[in-house]
């Protein structure tokens, strides 16, 4: 009898110990920009099943596609902001409540604003505006108190901005100049431009690169960049300020980002229908994962490592979706429909049953 009841315990302790890491949901925000929707996604990673738990409408004018384009969670996770891609001339920041999502406050950015993160060092929200209806002249930054929903700044930079992510000590802010072919660093302190680099390579025969995205190492002292028209993804040395190495990618790399535990890099691949999941001590692709529908979008990894949020925007009046690809299988787990054109894509938070 002892045996058995203590047995039971044994039993009853392990039960404890591991339902909380099977029983773990992930939620996440895609932004649908032909929908003018942000749909709120959930994946029990138990199942591995997704769902969504909400669609929010977004804009301001219900007869026209305004076009939901970067999306990001602030610091305590209470908010997530939105940028507005399509204004009359300008686009817009939006601030809205997580959870409840209640629309809070929107302020005025410059012409298609794009991607965004605030910076733990000041508090402030860095918006680039990728100017895609402009002149092709050099277009700027935006500084954003996120508390008073005000511009305090606009830092000039290079032509087409886009990709931008902040170092996890939010002292440097990366973008890339996609006209210039340029790593673009910002001083979120004293909100300057602080570093160009160039990203071409000196045989004139070789296309451009085009670079679309640029994301820091979560340890090391490393950015990689997605070169869109190279098909390459490069890391840049931001000690030395050089480059390090050039990898052969997929087609049209657009998007990627740096697992928390620094071991992996995934890059969506939207000239592939692709997503590539790479070993950044080895410098190799180990995985090459298909995707649900073509032209392959944004990428966000959960903190813990285990898998990666990817929106698919799909062709035509076609729905968007996110595929859910776990990282240590390297294989698509789920597939989750939203909305027509699913673009930034950002992870909100974990919960557990």
């Given at each position: 009898m002892k045996l058995i009841k203590y047995s039971s315990i044994f039993v009853g302790i392990i039960t404890i110990l591991v339902n909380p890491l099977c029983a773990q949901t992930y939620h996440a925000y895609v932004a649908a920009e032909?929908?003018?929707?942000?749909?709120?996604?959930?994946f029990n990673a138990e199942t591995e099943e997704g769902s969504v738990s909400d669609i929010i409408p977004v804009g301001q004018y219900p007869t026209e596609t305004e076009g939901p384009h970067g999306i990001n969670v602030g610091l305590k996770g209470e908010y997530w902001y939105l940028s507005i891609a399509h204004g009359t001339p300008y686009g817009w920041l939006y601030k809205f409540e997580t959870g409840s999502n209640k629309f809070i406050d929107r302020t005025e950015l410059g012409m298609f604003p794009a991607s965004l993160e605030t910076s733990k060092a000041t508090g402030l929200l860095y918006v680039v505006n990728f100017n895609l209806h402009g002149d092709m002249e050099p277009s700027t930054v935006s500084v954003v108190d996120p508390e008073a929903m005000s511009v305090i700044?606009?830092?000039?930079?290079?032509?087409?901005?886009?990709?931008?992510?902040?170092?996890?000590?939010?002292?440097f802010q990366y973008h890339v100049s996609m006209m210039t072919d340029e790593l673009m660093e910002i001083n979120t302190t004293n909100m300057k431009l602080s570093r160009r680099l160039s990203l071409s390579q000196k045989d004139d025969n070789?296309?451009?690169?085009?670079?679309?995205?640029?994301d820091p190492h979560p340890q090391k002292n490393l950015v990689y960049v997605a070169g869109n028209g190279s098909d390459e993804i490069i890391e840049v040395d931001t000690d030395n300020w050089k480059i390090l190495r050039r990898f052969e990618a997929g087609k049209a790399p657009y998007n990627l980002e740096v697992s928390n535990n620094g071991k992996h890099l995934v890059a969506s691949y939207k000239g592939e229908a692709a997503t590539g999941i790479w070993d950044l001590e080895s410098g190799e692709e180990v995985a090459k994962v298909a995707n649900s529908?073509?032209?392959?979008?944004g990428v966000s990894i959960t903190p813990d490592s285990k898998y990666a949020f990817i929106s698919v925007e799909g062709i035509g009046g076609q729905a968007g979706s996110v595929d859910?690809?776990?990282?240590?299988?390297?294989?698509?787990?789920?597939?989750?429909?939203v909305g027509k054109q699913a673009g930034g894509i950002i992870y909100w938070k974990t919960t557990s049953k």
């Open positions: 032909s929908d003018d929707q942000v749909y709120q996604i959930a700044k606009n830092i000039k930079t290079g032509i087409m901005p886009h990709g931008s992510r902040i170092t996890g000590n939010g002292k070789l296309p451009r690169v085009k670079p679309t995205w640029a529908r073509k032209v392959t979008h859910v690809i776990n990282l240590n299988t390297q294989e698509r787990a789920d597939v989750i429909e």
